[in-house]
């Protein structure tokens, strides 16, 4: 059962344009969601998170919408870049415990010069 | 210079050698946890740990055991190894849990033959 899902294992942008990358959970507990981004051979790093308190979080170029009806986030890279090329995954974490993590399957940015 | 550490970084093995991946953090962080990453999937969490001495089951923790027995190291252990725990393995720190950005490690590329 996955309870937060990426369905566009990739996704192909022009530099300059926006990149949109899109998440949905199920599990109504969640009330904490991060994202991180991962290149080849690293680990990942963190990227943006947001609390079900907000429905946007905004860092620099990154920003992050959170649906709570739709269960639903996405995550804004404007103007994408051909350095965030990388894997992005989402995850969501709540409840009782802070200490519990669910990531999405990922989804591939290729950012093309 | 803040940093996880995992070793080894690389191993082939057979089914059913006990093995140790080690996993060091050198940020005085409370939080440690254990994540596998396999294609299609994403990231699973395995275990993970709030604090010394305190550890709990992440989304996959069959076949697998951790202990958390001082605050930098978190080893994770596979008594009896077996193919489907080929994967690749990150190991996590943070200061207090999920809500915090985690540091992790460069990740150990584990064959189970």
């Known amino acids: 059962d996955q309870q937060v899902k990426q369905n566009s294992p990739s996704l192909s942008v022009q530099e300059g344009r926006i990149s949109i990358l899109n998440c949905d959970y199920t599990n109504s507990m969640f009330d904490y969601f991060l994202w991180y981004k991962k290149y080849p051979a690293e680990g990942p790093t963190f990227l943006i998170s947001i609390s079900s308190i907000k429905d946007k979080n905004e860092d620099g170029r990154f920003t992050v919408f959170l649906n709570k009806s739709a269960k639903h986030l996405s995550l804004h890279i404007v103007p994408s870049q051909p350095g965030d090329s990388a894997v992005y995954f989402c995850a969501g974490a709540g409840g009782t415990s802070y200490g519990k993590l669910t990531f999405g399957q990922g989804t591939i940015l290729t950012v093309h010069p | 210079e803040a940093q996880v550490t995992q070793n080894p970084r690389y191993l082939i093995t057979v089914t059913g050698k006990k093995l140790t991946v080690t996993c060091s953090q050198n940020?005085?962080?409370?939080?440690m946890s254990w994540y596998r990453q396999d294609p299609g999937l994403g990231l699973r969490q395995i275990y993970y740990?709030?604090?010394?001495?305190?550890?709990d089951k992440g989304d996959v923790p069959e076949g697998y055991k951790v202990s958390r027995k001082e605050k930098r190291n978190f080893p994770l252990i596979l008594e009896s190894p077996s193919p489907n725990q080929t994967s690749l393995y990150f190991c996590a720190s943070s200061w207090s849990g999920i809500n915090q950005p985690q540091h992790f490690g460069d990740g150990t590329r584990l064959s189970i033959l």
């Open positions: 940020m005085n962080h409370e939080y």
């Open positions: 740990s709030m604090n010394v001495e305190v550890t």
